[in-house]
């Protein structure tokens, strides 16, 4: 238990629609990562944030955005779902100075299917 | 882009073998971090390598780093069943100071056959 959690787990929606997804990082970690997985694909990282800004910008596109709020829990909503933005999507936290050099801890993901 | 790029992507061994894994990139480093995916879970780091470093161990794990060819190389010894997962590599890119994103390969998808 890397002490990420993500909710929810599992969510199945439909084309159009919109949903949100929340991560809580490991207690004291200041930095929020953002990725998504789609099937057999290496980790496209979306977003960074630390302590409650953000710090990096990856491919996310204009319909995702995401947020860290004051206890340091993060959102990312997505919009307008299409259906290839069905994947896993993984939080990840790191404790250090937020940067590329620090361990990442991963949540276990929350799989988005959209019909 | 992807900055790593795992070599192979899928390998297949028996159980007491050794596993060998490589990862490419392309521009200068930091640093390089492997991780292990069990499948559908999330990613656990298993060690980090700084671009000063040429090898490092922990436990059945050793990884090297070659920068004047941009690659690196993930040995696990003694191969067991558990270890069956996707590897992937990770690479931030220098300057570090304005550096926050890591950039990841595509993984290699290890099967450990009993």
């Known amino acids: 238990d890397s002490g990420v959690t993500q909710t929810p787990k599992h969510l199945i929606t439909a084309t159009g629609q919109r949903v949100t997804l929340r991560c809580s990082p490991r207690s004291g970690d200041l930095s929020v990562y953002w990725y998504q997985q789609s099937l057999d694909q290496g980790l496209q990282f979306l977003i960074q944030y630390y302590n409650g800004e953000e710090r990096a910008k990856g491919n996310i596109l204009e319909r995702f955005s995401a947020q860290q709020f004051p206890d340091l829990h993060s959102e990312l909503n997505l919009s307008s779902l299409e259906l290839g933005d069905s994947a896993l999507y993984f939080c990840?936290?790191?404790?250090?100075?937020?940067?590329?050099?620090?361990?990442?801890?991963f949540g276990p993901g929350t799989r988005l299917t959209v019909l | 882009s992807q900055q790593g790029e795992e070599d192979p992507q899928a390998l297949s061994i028996q159980e007491g073998e050794n596993a060998t894994m490589n990862c490419s990139y392309k521009?200068?480093?930091?640093?390089l971090q492997w991780y292990r995916q069990n499948s559908g879970r999330g990613l656990v780091h298993l060690i980090l390598i700084r671009s000063n470093e040429r090898e490092k161990h922990s436990g059945r794990l050793r990884v090297t780093l070659d920068t004047s060819k941009k690659s690196s190389s993930l040995l696990i010894t003694a191969s067991r069943a558990a270890d069956t997962a996707s590897y992937f590599c990770?690479?931030?890119?220098?300057?570090?100071?304005?550096?926050?994103?890591?950039?990841w390969g595509a993984g290699t998808k290890l099967i450990i056959k009993p």
């Open positions: 990840a936290s790191s404790a250090e100075r937020g940067r590329a050099s620090d361990e990442q801890f």
């Open positions: 521009t200068s480093i930091n640093n």
């Open positions: 990770a690479t931030d890119a220098a300057p570090e100071d304005s550096n926050y994103q890591l950039i």
